[in-house]
């Protein structure tokens, strides 16, 4: 199992000089937005190009974030759909954001 890094929030940016690689940096922060609600249960995560744009990182980084969190628990792939919380995330999440605050 993976760590993801903590104290990352939903608007940080990512740091290529951190210890962290990106991937995980970019996991921390879509796990944090899945927990403070920017995107809700059922809801699409942003997809592979919004990620690159808006991160400013490869498309290796961006798809190797998003099977990350499908395998984490985080979201649920649909090929041609997108990526969407799924209800253990949200949870989870939640639970997270109560224990660190």
């Not at 890094?5 to 940080?12: E, L």
């Not at 985080?74 to 969407?84: D, I, L, Q």
Request: aromatic share 6%; proline share 5%.
């Amino acid at each position: 199992m993976v760590d993801i890094p903590k104290g990352y929030g939903p608007d940080d940016e990512l740091d290529p000089e951190a210890a962290d690689p990106l991937y995980l940096q970019l996991a921390a922060v879509l796990i944090s937005r899945i927990g403070n609600g920017t995107y809700a249960l059922g809801r699409a995560v942003p997809g592979v190009d919004r990620l690159m744009q808006e991160f400013g990182i490869a498309r290796g980084t961006a798809r190797k974030t998003l099977v990350l969190l499908a395998e984490m628990g985080y979201v649920r792939t649909v090929v041609g759909k997108g990526s969407f919380v799924i209800e253990r995330a949200v949870a989870e999440s939640a639970d997270d954001a109560e224990s660190a605050g």
